[in-house]
């Protein structure tokens, strides 16, 4: 009967040693590239550039990239804009989109986003809307932006952060990429793996 017991306990020991291993195996898969940034789930709706009702909680199972800007913005908002387009192409995956959100409304309408967002990409959304409603969404990812004092009533620029924020497929935003992590093929790999 002893002669069993080694074997077994041999058996034991080895499916231990491959239970911590795929542990810890997992805990670095665990790791994204852009940073950690748990914020509860959120809904909004404001109005796209095609003049449709947006509603965030409508595109419950999808990964979306959301960033914030204005179409007057000389150089950061085409740059990341063009970036979400490179970041959605490598994704490849229908489940994938960015929105784009506007913090100049008043001049951000309906028909200019129109004319400005498919330039960039088919799978972003341009959005705009009452300025609190606006607001309201900035607040809940814990951002701010401001119209440049000093400025002339139509000619004026509004600061804001680049930052791109991953809203995971139940709504919430997990990730944050900062300007200084806005890369296409890191962020692409950051999507896919939530799509898996």
């Known amino acids: 009967m002893k002669r069993y ?8 020991v080895i499916a231990l040693v491959w239970i911590s291993v795929l542990g810890f195996l997992r805990s670095g898969e665990a ?5 950690s940034y748990s914020r509860p789930a ?3 709706s404001l109005t796209d550039h095609r003049n449709r009702k947006f509603s965030l909680s409508d595109h419950t199972g999808k990964v979306v990239l959301l960033n914030f800007g204005f179409t007057n ?3 950061i908002c085409p740059t990341t804009l063009g970036m979400l387009g490179e970041v959605l192409d490598l994704v490849g995956d229908n489940r994938a989109m960015a929105i784009f959100i506007t913090v100049d409304p008043e001049r951000d309408t309906v028909s200019r986003l129109g004319d400005y967002i498919p330039f960039f990409h088919d799978r972003i959304v341009g959005l705009t809307g009452p300025e609190q409603a606006i607001k309201r969404i900035n607040d809940a990812c814990g951002t701010l932006y401001s119209k440049e004092q000093e400025a002339s009533e139509d000619d004026y620029l509004v600061i ?3 930052a791109v924020y991953l809203v995971g ?3 919430e935003i997990l990730l944050r990429y900062p300007k200084e992590k806005l890369h296409p093929e890191k962020i692409a790999d950051d999507v896919k793996r939530l799509l898996l």
């Open 5 to 12: 017991y080694l074997p077994v306990a041999a058996l034991i």
């Open 31 to 35: 790791e994204f590239y852009g940073d």
């Open 169 to 171: 497929p139940g709504g």
């Open 73 to 75: 913005c000389p150089d």
């Open 42 to 44: 959120f809904d909004f």
């Open 160 to 162: 804001h952060s680049p």
